[in-house]
């Protein structure tokens, strides 16, 4: 018997294989290999069986806090929205999970179909012209987003507008540096010539939760011949006017928070869109409508010509995935709550957490920072973040995330639909007899 | 299987039909923001639970999958996907765990990096891994950044020249362009093996890398690469190898025992987890020891029994987020968990004759492009079918409609009408022949009746697509009629 439970040959199978091929055994094939290599030792942890599997990884598991926990508070980029029924019955279907990338139409109508629909829901709530089918994750969607522009200007400066994360620049950055391009701190427009940068990177809601005056720096890059991008929350577009309104030439989002699991970072979904006429530098799959021979609506992949394994080293970028499994997700979600759910979800996120917000505040030791915020507001604390987070932790509340700053006790809490009133609460008399600890 | 075209959501959308209700607000109602920033309508389908089930079970009908067809689909290692990987990477402590917890509230994720790090490392010899990359390509992107940062600290900014064999996937030179490496092509032979004297010439005291995929991209096993990587290390040039085809290595030959210093290995071919219909995958790279300081964040570590993500001291930075693709580690480590070193061997080794089988039995109706042994996968050209006028894509249409997904086609690009067949390790000797029954099968229709494969597809939900139309007018997205 093998080892591997995934392994259909019989010893019999692989005698008579070898015997067909011409050879007395396996080693005989390995003729290229060099001897002095061939078959290394190799030391792995023990095979466990099925039941040993679920055991050790349950056992495993449960070694994160996350198991326990009553309600969490922590955001900044990756949110605990509720995930539906629907969405977990769809990606278990292997017709979907097991597939291949769509490269023979005929036989991938169903994957194809799906990427159409994600990308016509994807342009419907952002209202951009057109997206592409999916980028790794929302960060890297907004690296390619600005090498996009700098493609499209000619121009390999870029400006970053102090609403954007660090960690978005940070990838920024690792896609950028061997290709020449500057990356500056945007600070005084009147001062600039036109054509000295391609674009204005702005994140909205930014990344202290603050819904920014998009409109306006649009019009400003506008007026230098820049273009805008910016990267977005998509469960705050329930809300919020979405980039289209605001005349934004490219528009990027982490799409983790329209069904997608927070599984520790990833895998999640980067969505990417722009005006039409930006089309041909956008990077990654695109899924087009077109007809079979008979005259049947089908779809295909499209615009190709644009991608690695036909143009090499002059493609728009060296992405060869569609993050599709995840854009099946995002699909199934925004179906499934519709128009009116997502508006209530990015309500229920705005009212919880401004109540909450403006609670906390009226505590002595805590001060509300933000302004005009979504779902994200920053709050200045007396006490060491640390204490506060692992007085709450000890009482089974995930606190928000720790972004102290020198002598600043800073603390950023994140609210969705998942805090229900009741929780809130608990936390808010949690933070008040904190004063007493 | 579904023969009408199954309208779109948007089509199918009734205003007051919903799918699911959702908590109320529940607290007082604050201030809204200034009108100017609010939305004022969303479109967005509004159809029944009921509708929306069936419309995406029906359309999963209209997929071919690993569940049920087989993919014999070079270069891409379409293997069985366990479902014990899919469970386990359900469990609530996994899926609900926040990339931005403490390391220390989140010590089951980080062993499980840290175990899966340590097997990689193992399995490939080479000792330093990062598990950030997010798919095949970021991991070569993040390799070549490797190199550059390398020759960087050693005050070698002029190596500039990413050496890559003409032979290559489309990915590698894409990813030196984006590292700002001058890719400069090494000629192959015939059957795809590096040419030595080619090398020769062309290295130069400016090469950074050289990029090879081992086996390579015509399934076989370059047999001097002992040789190869000699000279680059003796010019100060760095060996990388694409792991696009680790399923034929797995203890066969380690990529450290063979000079190589920075591979990267597609979990999502060798480690099984699921292709989704394209992505996601991961990509984690792994480096010699004395590259260790150049990984992108996060690596992790073990120190008294904790573990602690970290960035190295010279890291290359940050390519995603936050710590790489999680549910995609987990279903790897699960796979290589569940096999062992035992069961790992055995991959490769079922792999490797199951391609061979198929060589031998195809060889005398498909022009071969090698006599050699292959690895796991063989390269078949259709240019003697060619002649009656059945390409390579007529072959793969003709496959289809008999249940059997394409081959990968017309790559590598230095073979004519290239078939590139992968049976992997996963399919029964009964599967196996009834293919190659297939294979023969169109083989023989290409001199009789050539019209039969031309019109292939016609067992399917639609027949062949007129793609030019979908790239001279693109339809991307949903538009009212």
Not at chain 1, 200 to 213: A, F, H, M
Not at chain 1, 224 to 246: A, C, D, E, F, V
Not at chain 1, 337 to 366: M, V, W
């Amino acid at each position: 018997m093998k080892n591997s439970p995934y392994i259909p040959a019989t010893n019999s199978d692989q005698v008579e294989m070898l015997k067909t091929i011409g050879v007395n055994s396996f080693k005989d094939l390995l003729t290229d290999v060099p001897k002095s290599h061939l078959f290394p030792e190799l030391k792995l942890q023990e095979m466990l069986s099925e039941p040993e599997l679920v055991d050790y990884f349950n056992h495993l598991s449960k070694k994160n806090i996350t198991f326990k926990k009553k309600t969490s508070f922590l955001g900044g980029g990756a949110y605990n929205h509720y995930i539906p029924s629907t969405v977990k019955a769809m990606i278990q279907r292997g017709e979907f999970l097991t597939s291949y990338t769509p490269y023979q139409p005929e036989a991938s109508q169903g994957t194809l179909q799906v990427g159409f629909e994600f990308q016509s829901m994807i342009t419907q709530l952002f209202e951009m012209d057109v997206c592409n089918a999916g980028m790794y994750d929302g960060p890297t969607a907004l690296a390619e987003a600005a090498l996009m522009a700098c493609r499209i200007k000619k121009n390999k400066k870029i400006l970053i507008h102090n609403s954007v994360s660090k960690k978005l620049l940070e990838v920024l950055n690792s896609y950028s540096k061997w290709q020449d391009v500057e990356i500056i701190n945007f600070e005084d427009i009147n001062s600039m010539n036109e054509d000295d940068y391609s674009c204005l990177l702005v994140q909205s809601p930014s990344q202290n939760g603050e819904i920014i005056d998009v409109e306006n720096l649009s019009n400003l890059i506008h007026k230098k011949n820049g273009l805008l991008i910016q990267h977005t929350y998509p469960i705050s577009l329930g809300l919020i006017k979405p980039p289209g309104q605001l005349n934004v030439d490219i528009a990027t989002g982490e799409g983790q928070s329209i069904g997608v699991p927070l599984s520790f970072g990833g895998p999640y979904i980067g969505l990417l869109t722009c005006k039409k006429e930006f089309i041909r530098q956008l990077p990654g799959r695109i899924i087009g409508q077109t007809v079979d021979k008979k005259g049947k609506t089908s779809y295909a992949l499209t615009l190709q010509t644009r991608e690695q394994h036909i143009r090499r080293e002059n493609a728009t970028s060296n992405i060869c995935t569609s993050t599709q499994l995840i854009g099946l997700m995002v699909s199934v979600y925004l179906a499934t709550i519709g128009p009116e759910g997502l508006k209530q979800i990015s309500e229920t996120c705005f009212h919880r957490a401004h109540y909450f917000a403006s609670e906390i505040n009226k505590i002595d030791g805590f001060k509300l920072i933000s302004n005009n915020f979504f779902n994200e507001f920053v709050i200045e604390a007396d006490k060491n973040i640390n204490e506060i987070n692992n007085y709450l932790l000890s009482n089974n509340i995930e606190s928000g995330l720790n972004i102290s700053s020198g002598k600043k006790n800073l603390i950023m809490f994140a609210v969705t639909e998942m805090n229900n009133p009741k929780d809130i609460d608990e936390t808010l008399s949690l933070l008040r007899r904190i004063n007493d600890q | 299987m579904i023969n009408k075209h199954l309208p779109l959501l948007m089509d199918q959308s009734q205003k007051g039909r919903k799918s699911i209700n959702l908590p109320e607000i529940g607290v007082e109602k604050s201030t809204l923001p200034n009108k100017k920033f609010l939305r004022e309508s969303i479109q967005l389908p509004e159809v029944s639970q009921l509708d929306l089930i069936r419309y995406f079970t029906n359309l999963s009908s209209l997929n071919f999958s690993i569940d049920t067809n087989f993919y014999p689909l070079g270069s891409c290692t379409m293997k069985y996907n366990p479902k014990i990987n899919e469970q386990i990477s359900t469990f609530e402590g996994f899926s609900s765990s926040h990339p931005n917890q403490t390391d220390e509230n989140v010590q089951g994720c980080l062993e499980v990096m840290y175990n899966l790090q340590n097997e990689l490392a193992e399995i490939t010899g080479l000792k330093s891994v990062s598990l950030a990359p997010l798919a095949g390509a970021q991991g070569e992107y993040a390799g070549l950044l490797i190199a550059r940062e390398y020759h960087k600290f050693n005050g070698n900014n002029h190596k500039n020249i990413a050496l890559i064999p003409d032979s290559a996937h489309g990915t590698n030179p894409a990813s030196a362009a984006m590292a700002g490496l001058n890719a400069v092509t090494i000629k192959t032979t015939s059957e795809g093996d590096i040419d030595i004297e080619d090398l020769k010439e062309k290295v130069s005291k400016d090469t950074a890398v050289l990029m090879l995929t081992l086996p390579s991209t015509l399934g076989l096993f370059e047999p001097n690469i002992l040789e190869i990587t000699k000279i680059v290390h003796d010019h100060g040039g760095l060996v990388y190898a694409d792991g696009a085809n680790l399923n034929a290595l797995l203890g066969i030959a380690k990529f450290g025992d063979l000079g190589i210093d920075i591979c990267h290995s597609n979990l999502h071919k060798t480690f099984s987890t699921p292709h989704g219909g394209g992505g996601p995958g991961a990509g984690p790279v792994m480096v010699t020891k004395n590259l260790e300081r150049f990984l992108p964040y996060p690596h992790v570590k073990k120190e008294n029994e904790s573990f602690i993500s970290y960035t190295p001291e010279n890291t290359i930075g940050r390519l995603n987020g936050f710590l790489g693709s999680f549910g995609i580690l987990l279903r790897a480590y699960t796979y290589i968990r569940s096999l062992g070193s035992g069961g790992l061997k055995e991959i490769s080794e079922n792999a490797i004759i199951n391609a061979n089988y198929i060589q031998e039995k195809l060889k005398s109706h498909y022009k071969l492009t090698s006599t050699r042994y292959c690895m796991h996968e063989t390269v078949l050209s259709a240019s003697r079918q060619k002649e009656n006028g059945i390409k390579a894509l007529d072959i793969a249409k003709k496959l289809l409609d008999e249940g059997f997904h394409a081959p990968t086609m017309y790559f590598p690009l230095i073979v004519d009408e290239a078939l590139m067949i992968e049976p992997t390790e996963s399919e029964s000797k009964e599967t196996i022949d009834s293919f190659i029954d297939c294979m023969i099968m169109i083989s023989e229709l290409s001199s009789k009746n050539p019209e039969e494969i031309t019109n292939a597809p016609i067992n399917l939900p639609v027949q062949r697509l007129d793609e030019a139309l979908a790239a001279r007018n693109p339809i991307l997205s949903w538009k009212k009629d």
